[in-house]
């Protein structure tokens, strides 16, 4: 039986893990959190991912748990709608669903086929022959067929067999932090958003569990590790002081403390997605970095990867090699997309923002 270790028990991980173990693989999943992850905005499913879930039999959970939301608002400083532009494409099907809770599903979709190592990562990675070797930061130690990094844009995994962070991902001048809040601001249907030159708050109403998402433009900011959640509260709170127009509440709720998520908008650009045995998968090898579709990327990459390694198992160098040449065709347009978005959703100066308020309005009477 072909043994993977799979880094990583988000979107990618739980999709890659579903599929290999459907089909007779053996398979380890470490997560450096003690569990999934609850907060985060929602995410769209559709188009290739959309195929893949409805085969996975998780269509109808997802729509049971769907947000609804129909509509962006962008408000002025007291509260008033200047612009709305429609989100969503009903008609093709797309699903818009709390990030955990598409996390949750496409875990649990696996049963209990998967041995699950939470609150341990990867330390080190040593290739030979048709094995990979690995230690844990715990201490512990395994030997795989495969290992599979599932584990985002800061992937331990890729900076083991493929690079460093520094040479790989690039900054693309924005922070996002996202955090629940305990009351939407507009309608069940409806983001609210405010916009201050090069700031963004908003508040999605994420089914009944609100989440508040903060985007700021910033140079990278040295040896800021995101992970040190009262050094990424202090920058937001800098940041966003007399800028937050109708959300001073939501401000408050940074500075009460409470779950925070924090990270650069980045792009990972990779010559190559393995080496080996080992390779990358979802955010770690193409990071679109919370504008677009990268969970549905994640998830069609994800199925693609597993598609081939069922289909040839004892050929790793082939079996990555086609994933990657498959996968690189659905992401490279979208990558081209990422500063079209950040100059809708952040707006560099109030020029830029009362342009886009005009072109959402026209656009709306088309």
């Not at 769907?66 to 699903?95: I, Q």
């Not at 067999?161 to 249907?189: C, D, F, K, S």
């Not at 509440?249 to 998520?261: I, S, T």
Request: hydrophobic letters at 45%; one cysteine or more.
């Amino acid at each position: 039986m072909t043994a993977v270790l799979i880094s990583g028990a988000g979107i990618a991980g739980s999709t890659l893990a579903y599929w290999l173990t459907r089909n007779g693989f053996e398979v380890t999943m470490v997560e450096r959190a003690e569990g999934q992850r609850s907060s985060g905005n929602p995410v769209d499913v559709r188009d290739r991912a959309l195929e893949v879930v409805t085969e996975m039999g998780l269509l109808p959970q997802l729509r049971a748990a769907a947000t609804a939301v129909d509509r962006l608002s962008f408000v002025d400083a007291r509260g008033r709608a200047k612009a709305v532009m429609r989100v969503g494409d009903p008609a093709a099907g797309t699903v818009e669903v709390a990030r955990a809770d598409l996390a949750r599903i496409l875990a649990e979709a696996s049963g209990d086929r998967v041995e699950m190592r939470w609150g341990d990562g990867i330390s080190a990675i040593e290739q030979s022959g048709a094995e990979v070797a690995v230690e844990f930061e715990s201490g512990a130690r395994g030997t795989y067929d495969y290992v599979l990094g599932a584990d985002g844009v800061h992937s331990a995994v890729r900076r083991l067999a493929l690079g460093t962070e520094r040479e790989l991902v690039q900054h693309m001048g924005i922070y996002i932090a996202t955090m629940p809040v305990p009351r939407a601001w507009g309608a069940a249907n409806e983001v609210v958003m405010y916009n201050a030159p090069g700031r963004s708050i908003s508040v999605h109403p994420a089914g009944g569990r609100p989440i508040a998402a903060f985007m700021f433009r910033h140079a990278a900011v040295k040896d800021l590790d995101h992970r040190d959640t009262d050094a990424c509260r202090r920058l937001l709170l800098a940041e966003f002081g007399g800028r937050t127009g109708p959300f001073d509440a939501v401000l408050d709720h940074v500075r009460g403390g409470g779950e925070l998520y924090f990270d650069a908008v980045s792009r990972v650009s990779l010559p190559r997605w393995s080496r080996g045995r080992v390779g990358v998968v979802g955010d770690a090898a193409s990071c679109l970095s919370l504008f677009g579709d990268g969970s549905s990327l994640a998830i069609a990459g994800a199925y693609t990867l597993a598609e081939e390694l069922v289909a040839a198992p004892y050929d790793p160098d082939g079996a990555l090699r086609r994933y990657e040449s498959r996968h690189r065709e659905r992401v490279g347009s979208r990558h081209r997309g990422v500063r079209m978005a950040s100059a809708l959703i952040v707006p560099a100066s109030r020029p830029a923002i009362g342009i886009r308020n005009t072109a959402v309005r026209i656009l709306a009477r088309a």
